[in-house]
């Protein structure tokens, strides 16, 4: 499936520095690179204190299912790196 067909969202999500940034990535990847959908598609990359998302799917509606389970996925690292941190 060409990534022309589809429509794209990108978003860039910034943390405190990026030892944090590089631990989410690492742990949201697996389930990036082992996604082989025909529908959907999210590809990330890493910049500095960032991570950048991005979702393509043919409908909206999928992105937005996306980004929901992503952003819980982050918000749950996020939780437990402060947890620990303590």
Known sequence: MSTKE???ITVEIP???EDTALIIYKS???EITNKKSRRNQV???IKNNKIIL???SRKTTMIRALWNSYIR????IVKVLEVLSQ
């Open 54 to 56: 991005a979702f393509y």
């Open 73 to 76: 996925w982050i918000l749950s």
């Open 15 to 17: 943390f405190k520095n």
């Open 6 to 8: 589809l429509r794209k």
């Open 28 to 30: 949201i990847l697996p």
């Open 43 to 45: 590809k990330a990359k």
